[in-house]
């Protein structure tokens, strides 16, 4: 099993960052994942024993870089991830960037891990499992309390939950089975 933690939107804000590798730190982690905003802030993780994947968030430099992919696909214990900051094709995109529309409606993923709107969500929709682990840029963002999502991820079933950063209690938790395992 591997355990990885998904997160979005920390805007900077070092002291959640600071905390929230603080709070991993005891809970087994073996991956974190950043989708955005800011990329740089994935450097918070990187000098622990976990691995690290993260992409750019729209609003920086990194995201113009063609040396850095903006959306990617990794497999985890055999399913496919992919990774985008938006669900959305944008301007800012650049000409190879993948089509996070194509991706979804094309069935082309197990698992669409995406943030930009700071809005948390778990959930399975046409065949694909969508999560959003909310933001962590401040104590209440868009109507939404800063969260976290923890995947517990096996080559059968993935359980995915969402987190309350600053309580710790356990908004959603959903567990989705993999239909065929490769």
């Not at 740089?40 to 968030?57: E, I, K």
């Not at 650049?94 to 094309?106: K, S, V």
């Not at 939404?144 to 950063?165: C, D, R, S, W, Y």
């Amino acid at each position: 099993m591997k355990r990885i933690c998904i997160v979005s939107d920390t805007h900077h804000n070092s002291v959640y960052l600071n905390t929230l590798r603080n709070k991993l730190m005891v809970m087994d982690i073996q991956m974190v994942i950043h989708l955005g905003d800011d990329y740089s802030d994935a450097d918070f993780f990187l000098d622990a024993t976990w691995d690290v994947m993260h992409v750019p968030g729209l609003w920086t430099d990194h995201y113009m870089d063609p040396e850095i992919p903006n959306r990617m696909f990794s497999y985890i214990e055999g399913w496919k991830f992919f990774l985008t900051h938006s669900r959305e094709k944008t301007p800012y995109d650049l000409a190879d960037d993948l089509n996070p529309y194509e991706i979804y409606h094309q069935k082309k993923t197990d698992v669409f891990l995406f943030g930009h709107t700071h809005n948390p969500i778990i959930s399975y929709l046409e065949g694909i499992i969508l999560i959003n682990p909310g933001h962590l840029k401040s104590g209440n963002d868009r109507g939404h309390a800063p969260t976290f999502v923890i995947a517990e991820v096996t080559p059968k079933q993935m359980k995915a939950t969402l987190i309350n950063f600053l309580t710790d209690s356990i908004l959603q938790e959903q567990v989705f089975f993999k239909l065929s395992v490769s």
